[in-house]
């Protein structure tokens, strides 16, 4: 048996930015990207829940014949301190009124979409993204502690299956993120 060494090491931590790219529909990614650089402290997380397994147990024998897989899901959650009418429109699909002064929270729940982007900083001023391509939102208006804390934007969601360089996937870690224009 060989031992292999890991020759680059990826370390992550401490967020640069997080940033949000809608989706038009639920099959096209938007071209407006929002660097939301305003989220409290210790309130964004990415999570894959456990996998779940199912064991086809064989008759004659303790060994089960097979082991099915299911992969969990990925979660994403955090919390951002910008409560603007345009940003309850696009992340919570509220409407506004002409002016973009007022925000109105919708009376159903429809699907809202968007590629989440959590970028660190890395060595050298290269950029490391944690990426969930297609997050299906559901997010909602915040207030409460407000001796404390601050009305905020809980944006969260599910990531979803998307293709990116061809590959159908819900999350994607890039070493070498490009910082968007």
Sequence with gaps: MALA???????????YALYVTPWTSETTKGTTTYKLDEVIRDTTTIAQDDPTENKIENEFSSAPIVNTVTLGSY????EVADMSPELLKILCGYTTDSTNEKAYAPSTYAPVYAEIALVFAAAGGTYIAAILPKVQLNSK????????SMGRITLAGTGLNATVD?????????????LPA
């Design 75 to 78: 979660t994403f959650s955090s």
């Design 5 to 15: 060494e890991l020759t680059n090491k990826v370390k992550v931590y401490n967020p």
């Design 166 to 178: 061809g590959k159908s996937t819900p999350f994607v870690l890039d070493t070498a993120f490009e």
């Design 141 to 148: 208006a915040t207030l409460d502690s407000l001796s404390t």
